[in-house]
């Protein structure tokens, strides 16, 4: 898993390229799974989900991977542009909850 | 998706005071919840708002320091009482879509407290 705490991992990739930001989460029993996008003094931002039926789900330049086995998912961004620079943190549902357990959240920098 | 609105974005306070957060959505929703996100962290749950019963509290949370009110699907208020230093966060509301268990988030109440 990644590290909680004030220092987020940050990913720092050059403007154009494709972007992956890795999360693990620990509980077999979630069934459904969302990145979130929060920039700098808002809130988080809904990129793109996925049901624990699926293992991988496209959207516009985004792709989300969900690996039961290992508990990981991941996001890819393709083509990264300066405006994805933000935090990214994934969050899954445990079922029966119907409220989100987030990760600690990566910190996106893209090099102009 | 829903628009979500707080109130007010940001506030500065002192110790022992306590400050009431209003989150308001453009249409009526089911599912409603209010998040804490402390400094360089992410996000935990607080509560979910039950519009007509009690909130229902997270562990190490409770209803004395964060009283929460859902009078209808549209509305609810967060309190943080008797705030101290260590309740410098952002606030979150965040509903539940239609249909759906997506849930989608407020701007944010921006607390710092002295």
């Known amino acids: 898993g990644e590290s909680v705490g004030l220092h987020l991992p940050t990913l720092s990739v050059q403007e154009g390229d494709n972007s992956i930001i890795n999360c693990a989460y620990s509980n077999s029993a979630s069934d459904y799974f969302i990145w979130y996008k929060q920039e700098s003094g808002k809130g988080p931002q809904f990129i793109i989900d996925?049901?624990?039926?699926?293992d991988k789900r496209q959207g516009q330049r985004v792709t989300v991977l969900l690996n039961k086995t290992v508990k990981h998912l991941s996001l890819q961004i393709a083509a990264t542009q300066p405006g994805d620079s933000a935090v990214y943190f994934c969050a899954e549902n445990i079922t029966g909850r119907r409220a989100l357990t987030f990760g600690s959240g990566t910190r996106l920098q893209v090099q102009p | 998706s829903a628009v979500i609105s707080q109130k007010p974005s940001r506030d500065i306070c002192q110790r022992g005071t306590s400050l009431t957060i209003q989150c308001q959505v453009d249409s009526q929703v089911t599912m409603m919840f209010w998040y804490r996100q402390q400094p360089g962290q992410s996000l935990t749950l607080i509560a979910t708002a039950n519009q007509g019963s009690e909130a229902t509290y997270e562990s190490g949370f409770v209803i004395d320091k964060f009283p929460i009110s859902r009078p209808n699907l549209t509305f609810s208020t967060l309190t943080v009482s008797n705030m101290s230093p260590e309740d410098s966060s952002i606030y979150l509301c965040s509903v539940e879509g239609q249909g759906t268990e997506t849930q989608y988030f407020g701007p944010g109440t921006r607390l710092l407290v002295l």
């Open positions: 996925i049901r624990s039926n699926m």
